[in-house]
């Protein structure tokens, strides 16, 4: 999304491979009751302390109570906690929670590192098993808020100011009647990733802006003896390749707000569009008539994967993905890949990158004492000034801590811009390769849509069906699988939601 993005700490930040590996494709299964792990550090880990001073001072926007609990014992289960597999990171979050601690020795915080997806989380909510603090895609806040599964926070989001801290398009997403129910933790963007010298080598710049044109340089840069298409996607079916054909569609024409309409008291199918058949009839064209796609349907991580070794020249992906791929591919040259904004299907037309992400929540069924803990736990770790230093330094003696990706911007204001400027300082990936599409955020040329907010999973599920066909079948009729794919959808899933 942007060099702008928000200050994550780096302990979340270690975790974000994670949850976006799953965001937005398909659903998983259920899981196991959680196991709460102790709060026992390894004792053979160390994490070095700060080293390096900020070019900027960054805003303190948080105060810190003086209890908790009113000093009462209490302890809370949080997500986020690093698998025993990440000994550096496993590391820095017990240090974490040990300050934490210290400040407030009431509480006792234990951890899991159990990862989001929706089906394996409603199992949770089936067994009692949800998390003092856990986080949802973007996608489902609503679903939480109307199940009763998340808690208000916001007397402390607004006695914070923190409402005037956060970019309001993100904040209001687990928002409902004025009240905040999440708090977002990170956030990605859609684009074009390509290889600038692939493209140079034909004499291109960058991804062509507008879709015809982005047809033919695609053609251009298809090498099949040498093993290279000139475009990919996450095509593997199910969510995943709805999600993506999604943030296709928005820039034939689709909205967010046509996805799924509220007329008459119920919820009705709208994505059954022009907009929508367009973008299919265009997959359909690259697949059977340019001929510009991989032979295989590449899915989340063998999509960049074909950008990384070379078997791709220009892929849509998530912003962040760059940190799976330098870490997943060190060899790989990190300076040879741009992020440039989707293309458009008229010149002139503002592009539209779909946004999404993970959002923190506090359980409704915790007792109030482990609401608040759980609470200023996560404001803790995303906002206190010295763990944000700390976390950029520690980021500096872990290769696999990745700094600078293309996110949206998390903030509005002073604070969004010396975050940035902090990032900059540590950023550990080319920032100024992404500049075509992170000027575009700012300057306003791309606009950002979120993620469809009621039935989201599903419908991409559905959506991502109907290229699969598309994809595997020549003769297959968009329009017919289309109509067919909208109707199964609005009896099986928008008829059974109770508005």
């Not at 700490?9 to 976006?20: D, Q």
């Not at 994490?47 to 960054?58: A, C, K, N, R, S």
Request: proline letters at 6%.
């Amino acid at each position: 999304m942007k060099s702008r993005s928000k200050i994550l700490s780096l302990f979340a930040v270690c975790a974000v491979a994670l949850l976006v590996l799953a965001a937005c494709g398909p659903t998983g299964t259920a899981v196991a009751p959680i196991e709460p792990a102790d709060t026992a550090k390894p004792a053979d880990t160390a994490v070095p302390e700060p080293t390096v001073e900020p070019i900027v001072e960054l805003p303190a926007v948080l105060t810190m109570p003086a209890q908790i609990a009113g000093g009462r014992p209490v302890e809370i289960l949080t997500v986020l906690k690093p698998p025993d597999s990440q000994a550096f990171q496993l590391s820095g979050w017990y240090d974490q929670v040990a300050r934490f601690q210290k400040l407030y020795p009431n509480v006792t915080i234990k951890g899991t590192d159990y990862a989001y997806t929706p089906d394996s989380f409603a199992a949770l909510v089936a067994g009692g098993q949800v998390p003092d603090l856990f986080e949802v895609y973007l996608t489902d806040p609503g679903k939480m808020i109307d199940q009763g599964i998340a808690a208000d926070i916001t007397s402390v989001i607004k006695a914070q100011g923190l409402d005037k801290v956060f970019n309001p398009n993100v904040l209001n997403i687990s928002a409902k009647d004025g009240k905040y129910y999440g708090l977002p933790r990170f956030a990605y963007v859609m684009g074009i990733a390509y290889n600038i010298q692939m493209l140079a080598d034909k004499g291109f710049d960058a991804p062509a802006a507008t879709w015809a044109d982005f047809a033919a340089q695609a053609k251009a840069l298809t090498n099949r003896d040498a093993g290279v298409a000139g475009f990919s996607f996450f095509a593997s079916g199910g969510g995943g390749t709805g999600w993506h054909q999604t943030g296709i569609a928005y820039n034939f024409g689709l909205a967010n707000t046509d996805i799924v309409k509220l007329e008459g008291g119920k919820y009705v199918a709208g994505w059954g569009n022009q907009a929508v058949l367009d973008s299919l009839n265009y997959m359909k064209q690259l697949r059977w008539t340019d001929d510009v796609l991989p032979r295989e349907n590449l899915g989340w991580d063998t999509n960049a994967q074909a950008l990384a070794t070379g078997n791709a020249a220009m892929i849509m992906m998530a912003g962040d993905q760059f940190n799976w791929m330098h870490t997943t591919f060190p060899d790989a040259d990190i300076n040879n890949f741009g992020f440039a904004p989707m293309p458009v299907k008229t010149a002139g037309d503002k592009s539209v990158s779909l946004a999404g992400g993970n959002i923190a929540m506090v359980s409704a069924t915790a007792s109030a004492d482990e609401q608040e803990a759980a609470l200023w736990w996560r404001l803790f770790t995303q906002f206190d000034v010295t763990e944000i230093m700390r976390s950029y330094n520690n980021a500096k003696n872990d290769p696999t801590v990745i700094v600078g990706a293309p996110n949206l911007p998390l903030y509005v204001g002073d604070y969004q811009e010396k975050s940035a400027a902090l990032q900059a300082q540590f950023a550990n990936l080319p920032i100024a390769n992404y500049a075509i599409f992170m000027d575009g955020i700012t300057s306003g040329s791309t606009v950002v849509s979120p993620e469809p907010l009621v039935a989201g999973q599903d419908y991409y599920a559905a959506l991502g069906t109907v290229v699969s066909t598309i994809l595997s079948d020549a003769a297959a009729d968009p329009a017919a699988l289309l109509a067919e794919a909208v109707a199964t959808f609005q009896t099986n899933v928008l008829d059974l939601l109770v508005i």
